[in-house]
């Protein structure tokens, strides 16, 4: 931490769990990028430390993160709740903050209470539909009572707006879906497509199913694992190609493992089920697929799949409650497959696809026109333009329901 702070622009702080790869962390420091280039101070805040980053920090962006909890707080477990908050709150006024932003819903409510006795606007992002990631009842309670507090709701999608507002009181919003950053970062890792797969046993014009993100179950690639036999069956040198599971273990699971292990239950496919890891050049893993597909259970605003259309994929994706429908016409710029679609529904949509090179090309055409409707410079202005509406609002006194 600082001892000397620069206050010659407004400090914006935003504060997320971690900088791990996901798509909430990267739009965590696209918000901060936007808000440096029109001349805020912003100040990214984790609880994680500092090494587990795994995107770089942008130019003009400040970088802190929360002390490591001494023995004894570890050892109060939840019961220590209330003294982290009051060490965020203790931050907040040394660092004189002027906004602040949750990033996702757990540290959203913690800023929440940080906040709520101090002269900061509070400003909440959701990274996902609500209902479908089940809270544990203390964070359930404690978003109920929260939530209504936050001067401005930051929301990706209109149904989770809706949500938001009938079931938390969240009235104040703004829609802010992601935007298509182009051209695409690049960072380290970023190995080369045809060398990885060429050493991997892949030829160079083999077909090639690309799918990526770091939590297996949500993405529903159990499904994609169960789709992906079935095609392969038929189809003898589709490969198929997994970015964005880590090697080591999630929450306890070796993810790999297991998708592996399922698939040696429907056949000997092993050798066409790829995992890269975690890369930083997508652009070249989305130029080298033919196919995108993102067999999600639930999503907020799948970036993945916003990138995957801008670079010209022909996508395929889940119907869940929210997001894919958000970019995805059916039949024009990507297909839509019900919620309920089996893997043999999957795969027949995809044997169709691999086979019809003109509709492929159609659907991978107009998916670019993501560029148009989902463009940076008119999300950053309307997201800059909210936040200084909330720090005029805090200096005139007649911020929502702190106003003395």
Same mark, same amino acid.
């Given at each position: 931490m600082k001892d000397v702070v620069d206050v010659s622009s407004p400090r914006v702080l935003l504060y997320v769990d971690s900088l791990k790869i996901g798509g909430a962390e990267r739009i965590t420091l696209t918000l901060a990028q936007w808000l440096y280039q029109e001349g805020w101070t912003p100040v990214v805040l984790t609880r994680q430390p500092l090494g587990r980053d795994f995107y770089p920090i942008p130019a003009g962006v400040e970088r802190a993160a929360e002390p490591v909890d001494p023995d004894w707080l570890k050892r109060l477990r939840w019961f220590g709740f209330p003294w982290r908050v009051q060490r965020l709150r203790c931050w907040i006024r040394r660092e004189r903050v002027a906004v602040a932003i949750g990033m996702t819903t757990l540290p959203a409510i913690k800023l929440l209470l940080a906040t709520r006795p101090l002269a900061v606007p509070c400003v909440v992002s959701e990274r996902n539909y609500p209902p479908a990631k089940r809270l544990a009842m203390p964070w359930r309670l404690l978003r109920r009572l929260t939530y209504p507090w936050a001067d401005l709701h930051l929301v990706q999608t209109r149904s989770t707006?809706?949500?938001? #507002?009938?079931? *938390?009181g969240a009235k104040h919003q703004l829609l802010l879906p992601n935007p298509v950053q182009w051209p695409l970062p690049r960072f380290d890792p970023a190995p080369d497509p045809e060398s990885w797969? +060429?050493? +991997?046993? =892949? *030829? #160079?014009?083999? @077909?090639?199913?690309? +799918?990526?993100?770091?939590?297996a179950y949500q993405k529903g690639f159990d499904r994609l694992v169960q789709t992906f036999a079935l095609l392969a069956a038929r189809s003898p040198r589709v490969q198929l190609v997994i970015l964005g599971l880590a090697s080591t273990t999630y929450h306890g699971m070796d993810q790999q493992a297991n998708l592996r292990a399922l698939l040696a239950q429907h056949g000997d496919f092993q050798a066409r089920?790829?995992? @890269?890891?975690? =890369?930083?050049?997508m652009m070249d893993w989305y130029q080298r697929a033919g196919i995108y597909v993102l067999p999600s259970r639930y999503e907020g605003f799948p970036? *993945?799949?916003?990138? +995957?259309?801008?670079?010209?994929?022909?996508? =395929?994706?889940?119907?869940?409650?929210?997001g894919p429908a958000d970019l995805i016409e059916n039949g024009r710029n990507g297909l839509l497959m019900p919620v309920d679609a089996s893997p043999m529904d999957w795969a027949e949509a995809l044997a169709e696809l691999l086979a019809d090179t003109t509709r492929r090309r159609s659907l991978a055409k107009q998916a670019l026109d993501v560029h148009e409707r989902f463009a940076q410079q008119a999300l950053r202005q309307s997201f800059c333009k909210a936040l200084a509406g909330l720090q005029i609002a805090d200096h005139q006194g007649i911020r929502n329901g702190k106003d003395g």
């Open positions: 707006g809706k949500w938001l #507002a009938n079931k *938390v797969l +060429a050493a +991997a046993g =892949v *030829v #160079a014009d083999d @077909p090639l199913i690309l +799918a990526a993100g770091t939590k089920l790829h995992f @890269p890891g975690r =890369v930083g050049n970036n *993945v799949l916003l990138e +995957a259309m801008a670079a010209g994929c022909a996508c =395929v994706a889940s119907d869940c409650l929210t």
